[in-house]
């Protein structure tokens, strides 16, 4: 990016002033294009080149799905914090208190209901920014309320992961969420209320073993990674050279891995006629 920093931004202060901030360009992973961060909040956040999906946060994930942005967010427990004294290159303590401060968030998933297109619905959505949005004892409360309030209000549960999976600070305890929210999901079935899980870029480890991949319609974003080792670890393994592809969301569609990949601009519909149909509604 040298060419740009060193070039392009001088030539464009010397037109306009010095009004010019230092973050107007974001390169894409896909095509390697350089993007205005206007364009890209303008398309949210696809590369207008070729199609890749950038991560959301968890506000513009709410923003783009439900009616108007408003939503009521769920609180859930925070049971752990370093339950084994973790420490590696930094104390986990320490690691929890810089990420709380990053995202303004209390762990790796908010947990909201809402509508979509009219339909009621609770959202378990993570977060990236916080630790990878791998899966603690926290994240596992998550999930187990977000099931519990959509119980309470006989709506479809929608989980959208995005995490690296467990949490290896929390050992057994971070584990221990694998079958905690297998349970909390199977409730939901047994009350026959839809379950949805939009798969995002990345969804790998524990949470592709657990409940990510229990969904009755599992729906994915385009090329997004989803796996429980990465590629990398896999052809370190068996040192071969995996198809190419492999592991993404159109590889997976292709095995009967997932049932849709869905463009994110058509997410809202598909997800409020999925629900429409399963509850017997009409869509708003």
């Given at each position: 990016m040298n060419w740009l920093t060193n070039f392009v931004r001088p030539k464009i202060r010397a037109l306009v002033g010095n009004d010019v901030p230092d973050n107007l360009w974001r390169k894409c992973p896909g095509c390697e294009q350089m993007i205005f961060h206007s364009d890209l909040s303008g398309n949210s956040q696809?590369?207008?080149h070729c199609d890749y999906h950038?991560?959301?946060?968890?506000d513009e994930r709410i923003s783009s799905l439900f009616d108007g942005g408003e939503v009521k967010k769920i609180k859930y427990k925070s049971l752990l914090n370093d339950p084994l004294k973790f420490k590696d290159s930094k104390k986990y303590s320490d690691r929890l208190k810089a990420a709380k401060e990053k995202t303004q968030s209390e762990d790796a998933v908010s947990v909201?209901?809402?509508?979509?297109?009219?339909?009621?619905?609770?959202?378990?959505?993570?977060?990236?920014?916080?630790m990878g949005g791998s899966m603690g004892s926290a994240v596992g409360e998550g999930i187990i309320a977000g099931a519990e309030y959509a119980l309470k209000k006989s709506?479809?549960?929608?989980?959208?992961?995005?995490?690296?999976?467990?949490r290896m600070q929390e050992g057994i305890f971070s584990l221990m969420q694998m079958p905690r929210s297998v349970v909390a999901i199977n409730k939901i079935k047994e009350a026959s209320l839809p379950y949805i899980v939009l798969l995002t870029n990345p969804t790998a480890g524990g949470v592709s073993a657990s409940f990510a991949m229990l969904g009755d319609f599992h729906i994915a974003e385009p090329r997004a990674l989803i796996a429980f080792s990465g590629p990398r670890v896999i052809e370190?393994?068996?040192r071969e050279k995996?198809?190419?592809g492999?592991?993404?969301s159109e590889y997976l569609l292709s095995h009967g891995m997932v049932d849709m990949v869905v463009e994110r601009k058509d997410l809202k519909e598909v997800i409020s006629r999925i629900v429409s149909i399963v509850t017997h509604k009409k869509s708003s």
């Amino acid at each position: 990016m040298n060419w740009l920093t060193n070039f392009v931004r001088p030539k464009i202060r010397a037109l306009v002033g010095n009004d010019v901030p230092d973050n107007l360009w974001r390169k894409c992973p896909g095509c390697e294009q350089m993007i205005f961060h206007s364009d890209l909040s303008g398309n949210s956040q696809v590369c207008p080149h070729c199609d890749y999906h950038f991560r959301l946060s968890v506000d513009e994930r709410i923003s783009s799905l439900f009616d108007g942005g408003e939503v009521k967010k769920i609180k859930y427990k925070s049971l752990l914090n370093d339950p084994l004294k973790f420490k590696d290159s930094k104390k986990y303590s320490d690691r929890l208190k810089a990420a709380k401060e990053k995202t303004q968030s209390e762990d790796a998933v908010s947990v909201v209901y809402g509508r979509i297109n009219g339909n009621k619905c609770v959202a378990v959505l993570f977060n990236f920014d916080f630790m990878g949005g791998s899966m603690g004892s926290a994240v596992g409360e998550g999930i187990i309320a977000g099931a519990e309030y959509a119980l309470k209000k006989s709506c479809a549960l929608l989980v959208i992961p995005c995490s690296g999976g467990a949490r290896m600070q929390e050992g057994i305890f971070s584990l221990m969420q694998m079958p905690r929210s297998v349970v909390a999901i199977n409730k939901i079935k047994e009350a026959s209320l839809p379950y949805i899980v939009l798969l995002t870029n990345p969804t790998a480890g524990g949470v592709s073993a657990s409940f990510a991949m229990l969904g009755d319609f599992h729906i994915a974003e385009p090329r997004a990674l989803i796996a429980f080792s990465g590629p990398r670890v896999i052809e370190g393994t068996i040192r071969e050279k995996l198809p190419d592809g492999f592991q993404k969301s159109e590889y997976l569609l292709s095995h009967g891995m997932v049932d849709m990949v869905v463009e994110r601009k058509d997410l809202k519909e598909v997800i409020s006629r999925i629900v429409s149909i399963v509850t017997h509604k009409k869509s708003s």
